[in-house]
């Protein structure tokens, strides 16, 4: 039997802001050699697509650029092109939570693992994989594989993916938003069940149901691709990108009050 007993999220709000860049390719040259054998060359130049990371606060936005002052009182400045994807997380009340919506869940096991405690939901478009996985991701997790080019594993000039390094997700353990941070847990990839005061039921793509404890401090976050009038000056930002450009935002506010439940 499904608990009655409503349930108020109170923990600080995380809007994230996910800015997606793509790098640019590794040139190739060929020439050909005037001897009769024909010979053809190829020179390849070496990309540098360093990843680097900084937090602290939107000093100013331009066109095409943003910039953000350190903790240490020193300043960074991040290109934006026509190709920046932008997408805006909010913290979003359990009303959201509606039977078919598909959901990346973090959870905290019970000490003998028979029951689960839902830390953040982010609901997403797609259903990301089954059941649990151990996560790789803490909150404002790091960039996510993403192929050669996200991860940036090496400058080599052979043939790369064309990998984007992952935005950063409210807790960073989803695919389709994050990865690769230092943080927590597991995660389950599923739909939405059945919601039931402090209860959620969650089917995974195998069919499996599992039943989830709300919390006061649960948090739910939704999805929505925005424009960069969505940044403003003063937010606390985390910003991942490379020595030109902006790859992810996170911009860390208070709760809306239309989040929160009543």
């Known amino acids: 039997m499904f608990s009655n007993r409503s349930h108020k999220f109170l923990a600080t709000g995380v809007v994230s802001i996910a800015v997606l860049a793509t790098l640019s390719g590794c040139g ?3 020439t050909q050699d005037s001897s009769s054998t024909g010979t053809a060359t190829a020179t390849c130049t070496p990309r540098n697509t360093t990843i680097t990371r900084a937090s602290g606060t939107v000093k100013s936005i331009g066109t095409d650029s943003l910039v953000i002052t350190k903790q240490d009182g020193s300043n960074v400045t991040m290109t934006l092109s026509s190709q920046t994807v932008i997408t805006q997380q909010t913290l979003a009340a359990t009303s959201a939570l509606t039977n078919g919506s598909f959901v990346t869940v973090a959870v905290t096991p019970s000490s003998d693992g028979s029951t689960y ?7 997403t478009s797609g259903l990301g994989g089954g059941g649990f996985g151990r996560g790789t991701g803490g909150q404002n997790g790091g960039a996510g594989s993403g192929g050669q080019n996200g991860n940036n594993r090496n400058n080599s000039c052979r043939p790369q993916r064309a990998g984007t390094p992952g ?3 409210g807790f ?10 230092n943080g927590n847990g597991n995660r389950l990839f599923g739909t939405v069940a059945q919601v039931s005061g402090t209860t959620l039921v969650v089917d995974d793509a195998s069919n499996n149901s599992y039943l989830l404890t709300l919390t006061s401090k649960t948090q739910i976050i939704q999805t929505q691709t925005v424009t960069a009038s969505a940044l403003q000056i003063g937010q606390n930002v985390s910003v991942v990108g490379t020595s030109t450009a902006a790859t992810t935002i996170t911009i860390v506010t208070n709760t809306p009050a239309s989040a929160k439940n009543s």
């Open 117 to 123: 405690t839902a830390d953040t939901i982010l609901l």
């Open 28 to 30: 190739s040259v060929a």
């Open 167 to 169: 935005a950063n997700g």
């Open 172 to 181: 960073g353990g989803g695919r389709q938003n994050g990865g690769a941070g």
